[in-house]
């Protein structure tokens, strides 16, 4: 497998790479890890005649937290998300997630914002952002903006995004007090594979009345878009422990119902009941971990 | 393709080199530096034959542009056991770790760099490293025994 021909410009700082684009117009395409779109350029699936490198701006990799504000540069790679131990310690299923992430190798190159400009329906990271609420900030020519991470995605390998801008950072608010989630994958292999679905559960607790102050659901390859389960959320928020288990088998086949598989990599009926055992299983185990103590955020 | 100068640190020597915009870390390696350890294997980053440590870490040398390899550090198996080999080289021939070898490279590279940061993994920390290397031949037992072999006490 042979790369077409291309132009290759590489940028050393974020104002540079966005000069870049400005000039070179609409065709020009932003390059981070690569491991993406590298590999869909060699199977001929994606154009880019123009690649502004942003692979050594270096000011777009960190994480940071400010307050109860945690910030993440889109280029932050995933493997330094998966070591990193303030998202270890306040979104432990951002840190869960990108473990989860390809292989070794791939984490070492594979970027946050390369994943989620990718915008695959299947982004591995995207259900954890979507569950945590995240939202993006861009800069482009017209200055600085922000946007849900819910609206950020328009379809399968588009988003909101015009050619001239590039995105800056993921911004997550950590809640304020006791809160748990997990992120199911499943693979056709034990590792270093894509999600077939990759479902996101994420609760926080309200300590005084103990019920669920907070539910929160991110979907991955289960339609055209990685998706939020709002209905389901809505059918939990506000239970007990011992409510929320009586209406999760609803609530699970709820959130099925809401995702919409192409089934063209797998029958429509498998990743919906997929969907809806992992809800279920993830659901549980947050709620456990929330009501009775266990290990937790 | 207008080629771009670029300058690289292979197994601690400097390499300045006009490349084109569409090789891969992998071309250059083997084709401009004749370094041929490392192996072109699927070219989409899921075999991991063509892995080569880059500042210390395992990354897949075949889905890098050599443009973007510009001004890293790179560790290639032909820097490793320059005199005698490595521990893990002799591991690995001791254990019957090497079958055919096309992984062999590949697989040493990111044993080592697990090594480097993890002195003592656990057996489930290795495979977990391991996840991207495939080994057609040995069933991975004899390159995990050969690692653990390597493990100081």
Same mark, same amino acid.
């Given at each position: 497998m ?6 290759y410009?590489?940028?050393v ?15 020009a ?6 491991t993406?779109? /590298?590999l ?5 699936i994606?154009?880019g005649d123009?690649? /502004?490198?942003?692979?050594k701006v270096?000011e777009?990799?960190? $994480?940071?937290?400010?307050?109860? #504000?945690i910030r993440i540069?889109?280029l #932050?790679?995933?493997?330094? $998300?998966?070591?990193?131990?303030t998202l ?8 869960s997630?990108?473990e989860q992430?390809g292989s070794w190798q791939?984490r070492?190159r594979?970027?946050i914002?390369?994943n989620l400009c990718?915008?695959?329906p299947a982004a ?7 569950a945590?609420d995240?939202r993006? /900030?861009f800069?482009?020519?017209e ?5 849900s ?5 328009t379809?399968?390998? #588009?988003?909101?995004?015009?050619p ?7 911004v997550?608010e ?8 997990t992120?199911?994958?499943l693979?056709r292999?034990?590792?270093a594979?894509?999600?077939?679905a990759?479902?996101?559960v ?6 005084e009345e103990q ?8 979907l991955g390859?289960v339609?055209? #878009?990685?998706?939020?389960?709002k209905?389901?959320e809505?059918?939990?928020k ?14 699970a086949?709820?959130a099925?119902m809401g995702a919409?598989p192409s089934?063209r ?5 498998y990743?919906r009941?997929?969907?809806e055992?992992?809800?279920k299983?993830g659901?549980?185990? /947050?709620?456990e971990t929330l ?5 937790a955020? | 393709m207008?080629?771009? &100068?670029?300058? !690289?640190?292979?197994?601690? @020597?400097?390499h300045?080199?006009?490349v084109?915009p569409n090789?891969?870390l !992998?071309?250059?390696m083997?084709?401009?530096?004749g370094l ?8 989409s980053g899921k075999?991991?034959?063509? +892995?080569?440590?880059?500042n210390g870490?395992p990354?897949?040398s075949? !889905?890098?542009?050599?443009?973007q390899?510009n001004?890293?550090e790179f560790v290639t198996?032909e820097?490793?056991?320059t005199?005698?080999p490595? &521990?893990? =080289?002799?591991?690995f ?5 090497? =079958?055919?070898?096309?992984? +062999?490279p590949?697989t040493?590279? +990111? ?5 480097d940061?993890?002195?003592? &993994?656990?057996?489930a920390?290795i ?5 991207g290397?495939?080994c057609r031949? +040995?069933?991975y @037992?004899?390159?995990?025994?050969a690692?653990q072999?390597c493990? =100081? &006490?």
């Amino acid at each position: 497998m042979r790369l077409p021909a291309f132009e290759y410009h590489s940028a050393v700082s974020l104002s540079d790479a966005l000069e870049k684009l400005a000039q070179l117009g609409p065709h020009a395409r932003v390059l981070a890890g690569g491991t993406d779109l /590298v590999l869909r350029m060699k199977l001929r699936i994606e154009k880019g005649d123009q690649l /502004v490198d942003i692979g050594k701006v270096r000011e777009l990799a960190f $994480i940071r937290k400010e307050g109860s #504000t945690i910030r993440i540069g889109a280029l #932050t790679r995933f493997s330094d $998300i998966a070591a990193s131990e303030t998202l270890r310690k306040h979104l432990p299923i951002l840190s869960s997630a990108a473990e989860q992430i390809g292989s070794w190798q791939i984490r070492n190159r594979a970027t946050i914002g390369g994943n989620l400009c990718s915008a695959s329906p299947a982004a591995d990271s995207a259900p954890a952002l979507l569950a945590l609420d995240a939202r993006v /900030v861009f800069v482009g020519p017209e200055g600085e903006a922000n946007a849900s991470l819910e609206s950020f995605f328009t379809g399968p390998r #588009t988003h909101i995004l015009h050619p001239a801008q590039i995105l800056k950072e993921i911004v997550i608010e950590s809640s304020e007090g006791r809160s748990a989630g997990t992120y199911l994958k499943l693979m056709r292999r034990k590792a270093a594979d894509l999600a077939m679905a990759g479902v996101a559960v994420q609760a926080r607790l309200n300590p005084e009345e103990q019920t669920l102050a907070e539910v929160t659901i991110g979907l991955g390859g289960v339609a055209a #878009t990685p998706i939020r389960a709002k209905r389901a959320e809505a059918m939990l928020k506000g239970l007990s422990h011992a409510k929320a288990l009586k209406v999760l088998p609803e609530a699970a086949l709820m959130a099925a119902m809401g995702a919409n598989p192409s089934g063209r990599r797998i029958p429509e009926d498998y990743r919906r009941a997929i969907v809806e055992a992992y809800v279920k299983r993830g659901a549980k185990s /947050v709620l456990e971990t929330l009501f009775d103590g266990g290990p937790a955020r | 393709m207008k080629r771009i &100068p670029i300058e !690289l640190k292979v197994n601690g @020597v400097k390499h300045h080199l006009m490349v084109k915009p569409n090789w891969t870390l !992998l071309d250059v390696m083997r084709n401009d530096l004749g370094l041929t350890g490392a192996k072109k294997g699927c070219g989409s980053g899921k075999c991991g034959c063509c +892995t080569v440590l880059m500042n210390g870490e395992p990354v897949d040398s075949c !889905l890098i542009l050599a443009a973007q390899a510009n001004g890293e550090e790179f560790v290639t198996i032909e820097g490793l056991g320059t005199g005698k080999p490595h &521990p893990l =080289q002799l591991a690995f021939v001791e254990k019957g770790a090497i =079958q055919c070898g096309f992984c +062999t490279p590949g697989t040493i590279l +990111t044993a080592k760099a697990l090594l480097d940061t993890n002195p003592h &993994p656990r057996e489930a920390e290795i495979k977990a490293a391991l996840a991207g290397n495939f080994c057609r031949c +040995t069933g991975y @037992v004899k390159i995990v025994e050969a690692i653990q072999s390597c493990v =100081q &006490p």
